[in-house]
Structures are given as C-alpha cells and as structure tokens.
C-alpha cells in the first residue's frame, strides 16, 4: 500500500519524537511492504518564525493532498504575546477545522510493565483501558463570540461555549461505535446541572443510545468523573465529552496511567486524520534528548489503524512498545530512584529493533 503522509514536526521536542516515530514508520513498512511518500511541513511556532503564519497555505494543501498527517507538537513561549489568530496553537485549531478532525480519540492504556510508574496504587491502575472520545470543532475553543475588551483595570473577557445537535450526535455516533468493538460501555460525561450546551448534549447523546441496544450508556459531571478517574480508573471503557472536558480529562488519564508522553491521539472525521501525541511541545526539556517518543509512535499505530485499516501494522507496532517496556527500558519521565533513563533515540531504536524482530517472527510462522 502507499502510504502517504504529510509530517508536522512542529515545536519544541515535536522534532525529537516525530523524527523517531517515522523511523519507527519505516520499519513497519519495509517489513510489510508498503511505500512510503512522505513530505514535511511546517506548522505552529516553526511556521511563524518562517512566514509569520502559524499555518502556510503550502503545509495546508500538502496536508490536504495526504492521506494522514503525523503532528509533533505545537506551542512556544517565545510567542506568548503575540495576538490570537498568530499564535502556534491558532494554526492547531486552523488544521483540525481545514481537515474537518472532529473525533479526537485518546486511549489511555495502563501497560503492565509500568503499574509502578502510576502515582496510583498497582492494584488500582491495573487492567486500565479507557478511550476517551473528545469532541474537537466546538465547545469554547472555537464559540463566537470572543473577546477582551475594556481599560487595563476593568477589562472584560468573552468565550462562547456553543453546541449544535448535529455535531453532538455525530460524536456521540464515534463513541458508540468504538464501545461496540471494545467492553460496550460509554460514559457522557457532561456538566448538565449548570450549563445549557450541557443540557442538550445529554439530551441527544441518550436519543443516539436508542440505536446501540447493545451499548450500557451512563452519564456523569465532569467533576465527578475526574474525581472517579483516580479511584476507579480500570472501571472505565469509553468516555464521550465536549471539548474543553475532553482536554482536561485526558491529560489526567495521562497521569493515572503513568507520563503523558504515553499517550497517543487521532484526530478522524474529515477526509484527512491528524495524529500526534498528547503531551504537547514541552520547551523545558526541548533539546536534551530526554523526552518520550512512545506518545508519537503510538500515534503512528492509530494512524494505521484508522485511516489505511492496517490492523496488523498497528499492532505491531502497540506489541513492539510494550516489549520494549517489558524489557526495563525506560525515558526519564518514566524511571524510578537510581534506574538510569534511555535517551529519545534510543528508545526509539529499541522500538524499531523489536518492529524488526515481531516481524520477521511472523514471517517464520505464516
């Protein structure tokens, strides 16, 4: 198959991990005999030092000629004042619109390797396996409208938090149907007793669990569920939320499950998918060759799952994270007192070393 993709390194360690998930890449698709095109663009912080754009016309249309698109990470400090629309993280919300990614989906995974990496008990963050399904087009991040207005002193400041039931349900569709293929359990998550936008989003969410009979829906407030996140995580399945719950509550997951530099996301729903870990551009390590690559190239494995239907790549590529994990190895966000850290590069060959070794056993044994 040809695999065609657009990469975004981005900013800060955004070039460090994405360099090893398509290393990581290219070892599946030489073991499996796929073609790779790949073009690289730039996107965010990179972009504006470039062209004053956080998203140029050219890495749009490359991304929109692509079959998927690998993201590294987007933020810089060096930016923080410049206004909104300049800002690295306007070009994110510029691309997730352009492509049409309204389901971002976030598993968190607790990997028996790392139980002990959890500042939860072992007994409690083991067996975790939750997805999260966030709504990705709407909600406050993209209400209008939105402002600051006013006098230094008496300032006032606008967002808008808007949903449609459209773009409710079609999400609410996304989630069941990744619980059909998993426990067939979705949690809403909401905060109905205080918000409108909330109000109707489990007003429609419950009319789409009509159609999955199959399916045991529930519904909780945001707070509570944060709150049950950490005691009862392994309890969860999927979790289907708006935006700003979505954001919050995956980074959180992140954390119960061990580092957010684990967690991997894919951005579906439009004609192009965008797939980039969690963890976001961390410039206070950038440079150092410390941070985790295992967030990127988990991400290369949904990409494969979800937009070329590559099962087997993909879970080559989750089986190949997991030995290496197995195997003691770990970055620094993930060692314990007197272990020694492994840099990003060597992660990331360890990953394309047992990529290698998981293939050319099921060679052996077709």
Same mark, same amino acid.
């Given at each position: 198959?040809? *695999?065609?993709?657009?990469?975004?390194?981005?900013?800060?360690?955004?070039?460090?991990?994405?360099?090893?998930?398509?290393?990581?890449?290219?070892?599946?698709?030489? $073991?499996?005999?796929?073609?790779?095109?790949?073009?690289?663009?730039?996107?965010?912080?990179?972009?504006?030092?470039?062209?004053?754009?956080? *998203?140029?016309?050219?890495?749009?249309?490359?991304?929109?000629?692509?079959?998927?698109?690998?993201?590294?990470?987007?933020?810089?400090?060096?930016?923080?004042?410049?206004?909104?629309?300049?800002?690295? !993280?306007?070009?994110?919300?510029? *691309?997730?619109?352009?492509?049409?990614?309204?389901?971002?989906?976030?598993?968190?995974?607790?990997?028996? %390797?790392?139980?002990?990496?959890?500042?939860?008990?072992?007994?409690?963050?083991?067996?975790?396996?939750?997805?999260?399904?966030? !709504?990705?087009?709407?909600?406050?991040? +993209?209400?209008?409208?939105?402002?600051?207005?006013?006098?230094?002193? =008496?300032?006032? %400041?606008?967002?808008?938090?808007?949903?449609?039931?459209?773009?409710?349900?079609?999400?609410?569709?996304?989630?069941?149907?990744?619980?059909?293929?998993?426990?067939?359990?979705?949690? @809403?998550?909401?905060? &109905?007793?205080?918000? !409108?936008?909330?109000?109707?989003?489990?007003?429609?969410?419950?009319?789409?669990?009509?159609?999955?009979?199959?399916?045991?829906?529930?519904?909780?407030?945001?707070?509570?569920? &944060?709150? =049950?996140?950490?005691?009862?995580?392994?309890? +969860?399945?999927?979790?289907?939320?708006?935006?700003? +719950?979505?954001?919050?509550?995956?980074?959180?997951?992140?954390?119960?499950?061990?580092?957010?530099?684990?967690?991997?996301?894919? =951005?579906?729903?439009?004609?192009?998918?965008?797939?980039?870990?969690?963890?976001? =551009?961390?410039?206070?390590?950038? /440079?150092?060759?410390?941070?985790?690559?295992?967030? %990127?190239?988990?991400?290369? &494995?949904?990409? *494969?799952?979800?937009?070329?239907?590559?099962?087997?790549?993909?879970?080559?590529?989750?089986?190949?994270?997991?030995?290496?994990?197995?195997?003691? @190895?770990?970055? $620094?966000?993930?060692?314990?007192?007197?272990?020694?850290?492994?840099?990003?590069?060597?992660?990331?060959?360890?990953?394309? /070393?047992?990529?290698? !070794?998981?293939?050319? %056993?099921?060679?052996?044994?077709?």
């Amino acid at each position: 198959m040809l *695999l065609k993709l657009t990469i975004l390194p981005g900013d800060g360690i955004g070039p460090e991990v994405t360099e090893q998930a398509v290393l990581v890449l290219q070892a599946v698709a030489e $073991a499996f005999g796929h073609h790779l095109e790949l073009e690289q663009k730039t996107i965010g912080g990179a972009a504006l030092a470039a062209s004053n754009d956080p *998203l140029p016309a050219d890495t749009i249309k490359a991304c929109l000629t692509s079959s998927a698109v690998l993201l590294g990470a987007v933020g810089s400090p060096a930016f923080d004042h410049y206004p909104n629309h300049l800002r690295p !993280e306007a070009g994110l919300l510029r *691309l997730r619109r352009e492509l049409g990614a309204y389901a971002n989906l976030r598993p968190a995974i607790c990997f028996p %390797a790392l139980e002990d990496c959890s500042p939860l008990r072992a007994d409690l963050v083991r067996g975790t396996d939750i997805m999260i399904v966030r !709504e990705l087009l709407g909600g406050l991040y +993209f209400g209008e409208p939105r402002s600051i207005t006013g006098d230094p002193g =008496s300032r006032i %400041a606008i967002n808008t938090m808007t949903y449609g039931e459209p773009a409710i349900e079609r999400i609410a569709r996304v989630a069941f149907d990744l619980a059909m293929k998993r426990g067939k359990k979705v949690l @809403s998550v909401d905060k &109905a007793n205080v918000l !409108e936008c909330s109000r109707l989003w489990r007003e429609v969410v419950t009319r789409c669990a009509k159609d999955y009979p199959g399916v045991q829906l529930s519904h909780m407030y945001v707070d509570s569920a &944060a709150m =049950s996140l950490v005691q009862r995580p392994k309890d +969860f399945d999927v979790i289907l939320t708006e935006n700003m +719950f979505g954001d919050i509550l995956s980074d959180q997951a992140g954390g119960v499950v061990g580092s957010l530099g684990l967690l991997a996301s894919a =951005s579906i729903g439009g004609p192009v998918g965008v797939y980039e870990p969690v963890h976001g =551009s961390a410039p206070d390590i950038a /440079g150092k060759g410390i941070a985790n690559p295992l967030g %990127a190239i988990l991400s290369v &494995a949904l990409m *494969l799952r979800h937009s070329f239907e590559l099962e087997r790549e993909a879970s080559c590529i989750e089986n190949a994270v997991s030995a290496v994990l197995n195997e003691g @190895s770990r970055t $620094a966000d993930l060692i314990r007192v007197g272990e020694t850290p492994k840099s990003t590069s060597a992660m990331g060959s360890q990953v394309v /070393g047992a990529v290698k !070794e998981l293939a050319a %056993a099921k060679r052996r044994s077709a």
